[in-house]
């Protein structure tokens, strides 16, 4: 069984920067496009990042040049470095496949808020 488990988050002031980690049991990166999600208060679940096996990535315009997704195969870990943070990404982040196959871990919360 697969076990996502997200980290890194935290309170953090406009305009600062944090580092999530993703970690997974088994080579799960390796044979998935990966993804990063997050969901603020009161929305649904989106998806924020995308890193596909062949290393291209993808973002949601709101975080273009602010967000990076990187992974670690070795490791079986995936990160998104979050810079410039705003409030409106106050979120608990989240990590799966694009295609969200797995159970969900518990999150990450940040919240961005001076």
């Known amino acids: 069984q697969v076990q996502l488990v997200e980290s890194g988050g935290g309170l953090v002031q406009p305009g600062g920067s944090l580092r999530l980690s993703c970690a997974a049991s088994?080579?799960?990166?390796?044979?998935?496009?990966m993804a990063w999600f997050r969901q603020a208060p009161g929305e649904r679940r989106e998806l924020v990042a995308t890193f596909t096996t062949s290393g291209s990535t993808n973002y949601i315009d709101s975080v273009k040049g602010r967000f990076t997704i990187s992974r670690d195969n070795a490791t079986n870990t995936m990160y998104l470095r979050m810079t410039m943070l705003k409030p409106e990404d106050t979120a608990v982040y989240y990590c799966n496949t694009v295609w969200r196959d797995y159970s969900w871990g518990q999150g990450t919360r940040v919240t961005v808020s001076s």
């Open positions: 088994g080579s799960l990166f390796k044979r998935n496009n």
